[in-house]
């Protein structure tokens, strides 16, 4: 599994081997299913269990030891000590990985009730988280269509203001015995303030796409603390365990995002003359919150070494977001209006690269269910797809009204020259 393959953290420590009652020196690691220590010497797998059979992790000291941090696994209790850079950050992170493993359904057991479950559960798990990611794409669409909507309401009160400051102009323009004058001064300003009074703030009314408990270390600190992160359609919250906003990033403010691992990011706002505000984030929910950022900060984002298994080739979600995910849902309706034929179709859903074929039943109460998320899938992926040909059209509008102003700008130039 590309779980087991992956490195979350490794650190340079001391691990008591009680066979030959010595401690030995090497690196723990962790993963994001296990633990693991090989000594530095021999190279050997001292320890290797799963995260689902740790019964308790403490801070302990000994007689000999007096800074170590304690593994309890089944009947087994493992001690590792000279912990760097310190006790607190391994503790932190692990504990961490082991809390989210025990509440997820990969936790305890999962494997026991993975081999029972049906292809239709698999299915119906399937098709659900992708119910939920398009469901997160459309309130991303929306706010950003909402972004349009303020900017085309901008211009259309900057086209306001030229032909306002236009007629000021005509008028300046005009000899001293032009009758009219007065009136065309006057009108303007009138109307003015009813056109500012006219603009919407509609700022703190979007709501929460995801939050997700991280373990936050801010610039280069060698200290850890847990957290969460909050992402909103028009950027992101770092806050403490008590809800207490760290620091909030609007969109335009975040630089760059660095995916290290599917479960490590570093974000960063750069400034000239003073230290950037960087914050690196870990987290064992991090996979289902990197498609979001993804969507929204796609140009600012940076996938390292470790973290391009992860990405593969996906497609931006914004290219055929809604074409891939019905020719997915169509080629899966033909299998479950059919329950006792395989399931056809091998498009990814959410780019799990799961395989969808299969010579297994699905029973009338499965193909019921995945009907219901089928047609619910259908309704999003069309409106994602109105909301973006309407963003499309948008945006050229946008783009007609600003080479429109730019040149009665331009014009308004020269003849405020003409007149000074």
Known sequence: LMNEDIRIHSWPCSYYLDTSKQWVSGRLLLTPVAIKFTADKTGELLVNFHLSSIGEIKKESSNLIFSSLTILEKNTKHWF?????????????????????????????????????????????LLT?????????????????????????????????????????TELESPSWWPFSSKLWKAPLETKPKETATVSDSKNQEGIIIRIPVIITHRTDSNVKPGKLTLFASGLEISDCNSQ?????????????????????????????????????????MPEAIPILEMQFSKKMQFLEDALGFVGARKSP?????????????????????????????????????????QEKISQEEAKELKQILKKL??????????????????????????????NIDKQNRRIKKLT
């Open 81 to 125: 000590s000279s912990l760097q850079p310190n006790r607190n950050v391994v503790f932190n992170i692990i504990e961490h990985f082991w809390r989210e493993q025990l509440l997820s359904s990969q936790g305890a057991g999962a494997e026991a009730a993975a081999l029972q479950s049906t292809k239709g559960k698999e299915l119906t798990g």
């Open 318 to 358: 914004q290219v055929d977001l809604g074409t891939s995910i019905w020719q997915a849902a169509t080629g899966l309706l033909g299998g479950v209006a059919q329950p006792s034929s395989p399931v056809g179709g091998r498009e990814g859903m959410d780019n799990d690269q799961v395989q969808l074929q299969t």
């Open 378 to 407: 259908k309704g999003l992926a069309l409106e994602t797809e109105a909301e973006l040909e309407r963003q499309d059209e948008a945006l050229d509008s946008i783009t007609t009204s600003v080479d429109r102003a730019t040149l």
């Open 129 to 169: 988280g992708s119910q939920k990611r398009l469901e997160d794409t459309a309130k991303v669409l929306h706010y950003q269509g909402e972004q349009f909507d303020n900017i085309m309401r901008g211009l259309n009160k900057i086209e306001g203001d030229m032909d306002v400051a236009d007629r000021l102009l």
């Open 245 to 285: 906003v760290i620091h909030r990033f609007e969109s335009k403010d975040v630089d760059d995002i660095r995916v290290h691992t599917p479960y490590e990011i570093s974000v960063r706002q750069r400034f000239i003359g003073k230290p950037d505000t960087s914050y690196r984030l870990l987290s064992a929910k």
